[in-house]
Structure formats: C-alpha cells, structure tokens
C-alpha cells in the first residue's frame, strides 16, 4: 500500500501467489476387484520408492488389517497419528485432516477412499478429505474397491446380492491415475483361506457369500472394464494432442430423467457409464410439477441432483403440467439424441399404469430421439415420497364456502322448482359449479360437484328425497353433471397450478435481472455487496452475511444482516478455502446452520456468500437461484478488482511517462544555464589582462544563468507544493498597477526582444490578493509569450476591475494556439508541436497559483492572431480608503 492506494505490481504479484498456491494435487488409485487382492500393500510399495527418491511424505491413514507383511512395511513410513472420536461408548481412530493439512507434505498415504467417517469429522466421506488435500495441492495415494465406484455399486449389487453403502463418485476419478492390483480369483480364494484376507471366522462366511468364483469374475472383469475406459479417455486426449485438428465431437448427448425418489439414483449411474462408453456430454433432468413436493421428497430429489453433479452432469430443472412434454422440450432444447428413463415399476398399479402411460408416450412422441428404458434398482429403503393429494392442499375455509354455497344454491331451487320443474334445478347447481371454480381449488370444485350431483338427485328428481334415479335421462344428466364438475375442476387446478408456476419462474428471473442491473452500476467491492445482500435479503426473506477476506482471515462485511458465529466464519473459510459450498444443505460440514456458497469465479475466489434459509428444506430452484446470484457477484467483484489494476497500471504508465518528460525537459533546461555559466565561468578566469567591460559581461552572463537555473528549480519546486496541497494564499491589500509593473520589470532581460505595451490605470487599482503568487503567475504567462512569440512581436498586458472580479491579461501577436493545443496548454509538462524550450510547467504553475486564490484562467485565440491569456480573481470586499495626504 502507498499512500492508502494499492499497489498494482503488489496486487499482481499476490493474484500470480495466490493462483500457484492453488495449484490441484494428483490423485494416484490403487483399485482392486475385492478386498485381499494387495492394494494396501501396492500402495505401500509404491510410497518407499517415493521415499527412497527423497520425496516429502506422510502415512496419513493407513489400514493394514493386522497383516505382518503389511505392518513391516509400513512401519519404515512417516506417519500422522490418527484422530480419536468418542462415539456411543467406543473410541474410533479417524484420518487427521487438519494435521496433514498443517504438515503439507508433497504426498500423503490416505488408505480406504470409500471409508465413511465418524461422526464429528469435518467430512462425512474420507474422499472428501482427499479431494481436501488434493485442492491443498498435496498428491495423494489411495485405494479403492471396483464395488464402491459409483456408477458401477447398481450392478455390482446386482451381481453379488451384497448392498454397497460406501460410494465414491466418479468425478472424484476422473483426472485420477488409476494402478490395478489383479489377482486371479483362484488365487485370492487360496488367500482367504489361509487367513491372509480375513480372520479364520470371517474368511469362512466370506466364501460362501461374496468370496464365490462367479462374483469375483464378475468384479475383475468390472475393474479391467474401469481401467481401460480411463486409458482409452487418456489415448484420445493424447491423439487429439498429436493431431491438432481442433476440439474431438460426438453426435451423442445422454438425456437422463431425474425424479424425486430412489431409484432415480441408479438411473444416472448408469447414464454416467454409458456416457464415459461414448465419450459424450450428458444431462440429468428435472421436469418439476407446479404443486410442491413434500419434504422427504424435496430432500430425496436434491440428493439425486448432486449425485449427478457429482458424476459430471449437466443439471437443468424445469416446471411442466406434462411430464412427457417437459422430458421432449428439454431434449430437443439440449440437441439430446438419446432419452434414459426408467422403467415402470410393478409395485402399486395407479404408480404402473400411469408410468406405462407416459412410457408409452414418451415413445410415440419422441420422434428420431432414441430411448434407453432401463430396469429401475431399488436402492435401500423406498419410503413414500409422494406429496399431499392436490385435493387437500385448499385451505379448510375454501371447503366451507363451498358448502355454504351450494346450501343456499340449493335453498334458492326450492323457491323456482315449483315454477320450473325439477331439472332446471340440476342446471343451477352445475352454474354455481363453474363460478365456484373461478375462486377456489381443485377438491372444493369436486366437492361442490358432488354436492351439486347429490342434493339435485335427492331433493328434485323424482322419487324424492331418495337417491333412486328412475328415468334414463335424469341418469345421463346426474352422471353430466358430476363428469363436468370434475372435467372442470382439473382444469382450472392445472391453469391456477402453471400460473403459479410462471409467476415463480418469473419472480426467479425478474431478481436475478435486477440482481445483474444493479451490479452493472456497482463501482467498488462495498457497492457490490450491499447489492448482493439486499436482493438475497428481498427474495429469500433470510438471514444474508458476506464474509471477505482481510488481514489473512474472513471477516464479515458490516452490510450483512446475519450476525456469523466463531462456528459459521469457520465453515465459511472451509468454503472460501476448498472453493466449494458448505454448511446446511450440503454434504461438507452439513451441521452448520447456513448455507455457506463461494463467491468464485474462474480466477479466483473473493468471498463467501452465508445465507440462513428459515425454511426446512431449500428447492432445487432456490438452490440454483442462489448460486447463480453468488456466480454473478463473483464476476461483478473480478471486475471491479480487474478495473481498480487496470487503473492502477494506468497511472503508473502515466507516471513513468511523466517522469520521462521531465527528465527531458529539466535535463535541457539544466544544460543550457550551466553550459552557458561554466564558459562564462571559465572565461572570467583566464580574463587576466580582459578589460572592466568584458569581465562585468561576463559576470552578467553568470548571473543570468543563474537566475534561469533558479527558475527551472523554483518551478519543481511550486509543481511540490500543489502536489502536496501546500499552497495556503496570504491575502491583503495591493495595488495591481504596481503588480504588473514588478513583474515587468524584473522580467526585463527575458522580455527585451518583445515591444511591451502596458494598459494600467493611473490611479492606484487597490485589490485583496497574495502578492507573491501572482506575481509568480503573471510571470510565468508574460515569460510563455515572449519564447513562444517571434521577436519584434508586441507583448499586451492590462490590468482591470470588472463585474467585481480583478481581470489581468496578457495578449500577443503571436501563431495562437492550435486546436489540438488549446485543451492541453494548462497540461504538465505539456509542450507544443515543435516546441523545444521550457519544461512544460510554467502555465501549470501559474493556474494552481490562481485557483488557489480562488480564481481562474483562461486562453483563447485573438481576432486578428495571437493568444490571449486572462486571469481573473474575485473581490467580494470593498478596498479600504486611500488617505490622500499620502
């Protein structure tokens, strides 16, 4: 910081730091078919040959299941002791995150990536912690299970009738080097049976369940499988490398339908598997129902969501009435060439039936879209996700007003029957219908239909007060007017239902508009966030606080309307550190209670946006609201930071330009005065035998120099102290007459090339000014006339008082001033086309000297040519009077 300014080369500097500081770590995966084929014991190997390289490591967590081969070998290691947790009376020894962290080895050792974590861990899944390390910039050795790959636990399930409840998603191998670790199952049955895989009373039940021939054929051919896709994505990025031939493309694009239940999790695994086969981008979609769904639902769909960001979707939600229709926009929206959907499950024929409608549909109306239906796997439990029938959400006064409606409805029958017979009766009823469904849900419309229905058939038509309908026609008539009762309550629900839907759509996209307006004009950090925190605020009618760094720590912006906690600041630097959301909501640090989302962008990360949501669940369209606020206060924040070093580096640039121009322009006028003193100088001392005259001469040139030098330096040093703000006037009573004639004549030499004419009054022209300044000022303008004007050109000065102001002018006859050189002239350092001598300063100075009177000055091109300069200072007293004795 200079002068309570950035500096921009200290700023860069820090960004470059920053971003090195950033750099991602490699992840190294020993995969392995089953436990007991040597991963643990590979990884180990692998490690000493590190070590004996000279390489930085620690033994983070290692798991060696009491094997004597495995505890030598990793005896000979660094290590981290391992973290202790008190759960339920038992004490369980966890990987140490924070002292690996604060170690910062280049490699850490962290065995069992699939292993979930003890309660009161920072991270639920121990892959988390690595993907930690990993963002820390520490590579990693671990290893993994071909069962616990996400993507491939469905069919592994399938295959060993084993349920697997530890995952890791896919994402997580992506950029992953992955080393198999085969053994023949033969083999690794012989093993199991020599206690060298489980203990004597476990190996024996693993035989006969999941240690069978069939199931780990099944598994290693599943890790070959996962191996060779991994290579083959590594050989088409080397060959698109190789060949420059711009970017590879695939005709495919997966579409995958995700709903709010269990089994839609399955359906992307296998998405994401078919979509690493083709090498092609996929998207997980959402077709929301315009009723809201349960909170068991909510939590279920936004699991499967992040599930499938996880595995490297492209997420898109939408609202549609029509589930086929919705799945067939998008698709077609998203150039998608194939449709994943599920197929129907048996269990419940209403949930069959209308499954095997849309199915069905889906296949008719799809056109050239292929179709994918893929058997739905039920993971775990499947509870009842299914929300609140849309005919119990009316409220219960809906339902009073219906019947109190169709009460008097039918009190008023009774008063026409008599004069209209009894099916008008009938026709009343449904009207009342169709004006009820103006104004209420779709349960009070069927309830006032079968009100309608029944109280006409009891009460009207014959026989009476029964509900026997004699007559055909009455039959066809009662069955009308319930069927159009109901036909009507369905519709205006559904319109109601996506008229609701577009006002949310629109409320979404109107706040996010205003969002991005109001950032537009945002021109500091502070502006930014008071932008941010009062839109989130008027939306989400939570709790907002933006936490920034300063001092090397997050603290809270004063703007915020939630107070954070010494706990929320630390899941808030969590966030701001791993570049990842955090808190509520989320699977990292999920006890906090907001929700913690990093204001990043492509470069860098700026902050962390905290919001305490009041609601129990947060919507998937929320959730994506919020995090395309958080990106578009990260973009507006880069770009003030990017504008304040872009205006930093631009002022440096004019400093060093400037600083380049008086070097210049001093160094030549320093030359001339000493080159013209030191000959004087040296004349005068070899001027033994010279006479009076020529030595005063020469004296006279000395002098001269001299005084010019003195000039030169008395100008930098007027420029210092309207740098520095300085230049306090002292104000009193002087005659402006003698003013000019001062100036002139101490200007003499410098003007004796110039006819001088003087406009003066001849009485004294008493006005309140600082003497010495203008003086200076005038000075300065008489002394650019007289260089700037060829000799034999008359100079002009006048000195007036006029419209209360004291009006001095200095006029020549001279080229004027161009047009490119009017703006400029007042400019530092600032030199005409052509112009050679002068610092450029002089008329600098003297406008700094009048303004600091309070004044102004101008310049203007004469009729006739020439330049005309005018200095004007006001008087607002009166002068005191002049005692005529004196």
């Known amino acids: 910081m200079t002068d309570g300014r950035p500096n921009p080369d200290a700023l860069l500097d820090s960004l470059r730091r920053e971003e090195a500081a950033r750099r991602r770590g490699r992840l190294k995966v020993f995969l392995g078919m089953c436990p007991g084929v040597g991963k643990t014991y590979a990884m180990l190997e692998a490690a000493h040959r590190e070590l004996n390289s ?69 991270h639920p899944k121990r892959w988390q912690d690595v993907q930690e390390l990993l963002d820390a910039g520490i590579d990693v050795l671990t290893t993994l299970n071909v069962q616990h790959v996400e993507s491939l636990a469905g069919t592994v399930a399938q295959v060993t009738g084993a349920e697997i409840r530890e995952t890791v998603p896919d994402g997580v191998l992506d950029d992953a080097v992955l080393e198999l670790v085969d053994l023949p199952p033969s083999e690794l049955i012989r093993r199991l049976h020599e206690g060298r895989v489980y203990v004597p009373e476990r190996a024996e039940a693993a035989a006969q369940n999941f240690f069978r021939v069939g199931n780990l054929t ?50 992307i695994r296998w998405t994401r598997r078919m979509a690493d086969g083709l090498q092609c981008r996929w998207i997980a979609v959402h077709v929301g129902h315009p009723h809201p769904l349960s909170e068991a639902a909510q939590t279920q769909l936004t699991r499967n969501l992040t599930t499938a960001r996880e595995l490297g979707a492209e997420v898109v939600t939408t609202t549609d009435e029509d589930l086929v229709h919705g799945l067939i926009r998008v698709a077609r929206d998203q150039n998608a060439t194939e449709i994943i959907f599920g197929k129907p499950d048996a269990a419940g024929w209403i949930r069959g039936w209308r499954a095997g409608l849309a199915l069905r549909r889906l296949v008719r109306e799809s056109g050239d879209i292929d179709l994918h239906v893929v058997r739905s796997e039920k993971v775990g439990s499947a509870p009842s996700f299914q929300a609140a029938w849309p005919v119990f959400q009316s409220g219960s006064q809906q339902y009073l007003w219906v019947i109190g409606v169709m009460t008097a409805t039918g009190v008023a029958n009774l008063g026409i029957e008599s004069l209209v017979g009894p099916r008008v009766p009938g026709l ?121 760094p300063a001092g090397g720590q997050l603290a809270a912006h004063p703007d915020g309307t939630l107070t954070l906690t010494e706990k929320e600041l630390s899941v808030a630097d ?66 003030v930071e990017l504008r304040a070093v872009a205006e930093q580096a631009r002022l440096l640039a004019e400093s060093e330009r400037l600083g380049r121009v008086l070097l210049n322009s001093i160094s030549h006028e320093l030359r001339t005065p000493l080159a013209a003193s030191t000959s004087a100088a040296s004349a005068l001392a070899e001027a033994d035998r010279s006479s009076p005259e020529q030595r005063h001469a020469l004296i006279g040139e000395i002098q001269e120099a001299n005084a010019r030098l003195n000039r030169v330096v008395g100008n930098l040093l007027d420029v210092a102290r309207l740098d520095s703000g300085n230049v306090r006037p002292r104000f009193d009573w002087h005659d402006a007459c003698d003013l000019v004639q001062t100036t002139v004549r101490e200007l003499g030499p410098d003007l004796a090339a110039h006819p001088l004419k003087l406009m003066v009054p001849t009485q004294p022209l008493l006005v309140r000014i600082d003497f010495s300044l203008l003086q200076h000022a005038l000075g300065n303008v008489l002394l ?35 047009a490119e050189v009017l703006p400029r002239i007042f400019d530092r350092f600032f030199r005409g086309p052509g112009t050679a001598v002068g610092s450029g300063l002089g008329l600098t100075i003297a406008k700094g000297f009048v303004e600091a009177q309070g004044g102004s000055i101008t310049a203007i091109n004469r009729p006739g040519g020439g330049a005309l300069f005018t200095l004007r200072l006001p008087q607002t007293d009166k002068p005191p009077a002049i005692d005529p004795s004196l």
């Open 784 to 818: 650019n006339a007289a260089r700037h004007t060829p000799p034999g050109t008359s100079i002009e000065v006048q000195a007036a008082l006029t419209d209360g102001s004291l009006l001095l002018s200095v006029g020549d006859r001279g080229p004027g001033l161009s």
């Open 428 to 548: 009343v009823f449904l009207l009342a219908v169709v004006v009820l469904a103006l104004f209420v849900g779709r349960g009070p419309v069927l309830l006032a239909g079968a009100l309608g229905a029944l109280g006409w058939n009891y009460f009207f038509l014959p026989p009476r007060f029964t509900f026997v309908i004699e007559r055909p026609d009455d039959a066809v008539l009662f069955g009308t007017h319930f069927v159009v009762a109901v036909v009507l309550g369905q519709l205006v629900a559904r319109i109601r239902a996506q008229h609701q839907a577009e006002r949310a759509r629109e409320a979404r996209t109107t706040s996010l508009y205003k969002l991005t307006r109001d950032l537009a004009e945002a021109s500091s950090r502070d502006e930014v966030v008071w932008q941010l925190v009062a839109q989130v605020d008027h939306v989400f009618h939570a709790g907002v606080a933006v936490a920034l």
């Open 54 to 122: 000279g390489r930085d490591l620690v033994a983070g967590y290692v798991e060696t299941h009491g094997r004597r081969e495995t505890d030598a070998l990793a005896a000979g290691l660094p290590k981290i002791q391992p973290r202790r947790f008190e759960h339920r009376g038992l004490t369980l020894t966890e990987f140490d995150l924070d002292a690996t962290l604060a170690r910062h080895p280049s490699l850490a050792l962290v065995d069992e990536l699939a292993h979930t974590n003890a309660p009161g861990a920072r």
């Open 218 to 267: 099944a598994l290693r051919e599943l890790a070959l499988r996962l191996v060779a896709e991994h290579v083959g994505v590594d050989t088409q990025q080397f060959r698109r490398i190789q060949t420059g031939a711009g970017p590879w493309k695939t005709a495919h694009r997966l579409l995958v339908a995700v709903g709010p239940g269990p089994f839609s999790e399955p359906l």
């Open 574 to 639: 969590w966030a701001f550190r791993q570049g990842r959301a955090a808190g509520r909501f989320t699977d990292n640090l999920p006890g906090a209670d907001a929700l913690h989302l990093p204001l990043a962008s492509e470069r860098r990360i700026f902050g962390v946006l905290v919001v305490a949501v009041p609601d129990r669940t947060l919507p998937v369209a929320q959730r994506d609201l919020l995090e395309a606020f958080a990106r578009q206060a990260a973009l507006v924040l880069e770009r």
